[in-house]
């Protein structure tokens, strides 16, 4: 009877730790709900697209291998030598934000931070992965079937 008790409890802890992973759809009405619908010039279909490539729409996306010592964390892959503090290498953390909170399956902290970045100069160019696989693409299939 413990051991069942024990492993119900383990099962319960690593369940509430498992990414979230988004639709396109989910991730699109989300995103549109906290106004990122042509914020700063930039379509919905362009967040979704983006967040498509920067992390498969999963939101404990984490990579830690970029080649100036930086890491980047989240659906967006927020970067932590510009926009948040990780605690391991130098931050402007222009987001205010530790880096940890955008690996949570709430992502209004990452949508807040996003909109931070795409306030910028570079605006979403400062994604990556939007430059190389979204900016000046027909993005229609992004939002095709989503009944916005």
Not at 29 to 41: C, I, S, T, V
Not at 68 to 91: E, H
Not at 105 to 119: G, H, L, T
Request: a positive charge.
């Amino acid at each position: 009877m413990r051991s069942i008790l024990i492993i119900s409890l383990l099962g319960c802890f690593f369940a509430a730790y498992e990414a979230k992973i988004f639709s396109k759809c989910e991730l699109a009405r989300k995103l549109k709900a906290e106004g990122m619908d042509g914020f700063h010039g930039y379509s919905l279909a362009n967040w979704v697209c983006m967040a498509e490539h920067e992390s498969n729409f999963n939101t404990r996306a984490f990579n830690g291998k970029n080649d100036n010592g930086s890491s980047d964390y989240g659906i967006f892959q927020i970067n932590s030598k510009w926009w948040c503090k990780n605690n391991s290498s130098p931050s402007a953390n222009a987001c205010n934000t530790m880096c940890s909170r955008f690996l949570d399956d709430n992502i209004s902290d990452d949508i807040a931070c996003a909109k931070r970045v795409v306030k910028d100069p570079n605006g979403m160019s400062a994604w990556v992965a939007w430059v190389r696989h979204c900016r000046n693409k027909d993005l229609s299939r992004y939002l095709a079937s989503c009944n916005l």
